[in-house]
């Protein structure tokens, strides 16, 4: 019997799997071997371990190619649908990188730090308005996004980015108090390129 008919033969299941139990310093159980194992490891039903071989899964020990097969088109289905709701997602996600960057003019520009580090430079313009923020890493904060532009008068030090309710807000410290001032809506539009789409992402 050539290899094209005994794959023929296990498939109907006219011709069971040839399994053999092995045992190993670290793992043990059912493997198979050539055609056997391809056959196996085609429907999902088991791996190869380097420098052990083909294991079995502990389900399928028995050799039961019906169950097999029924396992394979199950996850075959399973995966079809995870693809198209992938498949789905980068379609919503190109869509809406597409309608944010519509008639944006947007300029990264590398900043080298004292300490070593490296900060960008995004200067966007949208309209007639023109917004520069700066993306970087803060030890004990990880990334951000900072105005390179006064949000509000008398402000110490930086301001941070803040959502609350889907809005986004500027968080700043004004004579000694917290004060949040909602963006506009094309400064919002604004960070979202950044902070969607920056180069630390």
Excluded at 76 to 102: G, N, V, W
Excluded at 129 to 144: P, Q
Excluded at 146 to 159: M, N, Q, R, W
């Amino acid at each position: 019997m050539n290899e094209t008919q005994e794959y023929l033969e296990i498939m109907a299941g006219r011709k069971r799997l040839e399994l053999e139990y092995k045992t190993g310093d670290v793992v043990s159980g059912y493997t198979a071997y050539g055609l056997h194992a391809r056959i196996i490891e085609s429907l999902h039903c088991g791996q190869y371990i380097d420098g052990w071989g083909f294991l079995v899964d502990r389900e399928f020990e028995d050799g039961d190619i019906a169950r097999m097969k029924r396992h394979y088109f199950e996850w075959k289905e399973i995966e079809e649908m995870q693809k198209a709701l992938e498949d789905a997602e980068s379609e919503h996600l190109r869509k809406e990188k597409e309608k944010l960057l519509e008639g944006v003019s947007w300029v990264k520009k590398e900043n080298l730090q004292l300490y070593g580090g490296v900060s960008y430079i995004h200067t966007i313009r949208i309209e007639n308005e023109e917004f520069r923020l700066e993306e970087k890493r803060i030890s004990g904060m990880g990334r951000v996004i900072v105005p390179l532009y006064e949000v509000a008068k008398d402000i110490l030090g930086d301001s941070f980015s803040e959502c609350i309710d889907d809005r986004w807000y500027w968080s700043y410290i004004k004579e000694g108090r917290e004060e949040k001032l909602l963006m506009s809506g094309k400064e919002e539009r604004a960070y979202l390129i950044v902070y969607r789409y920056g180069m630390l992402v």
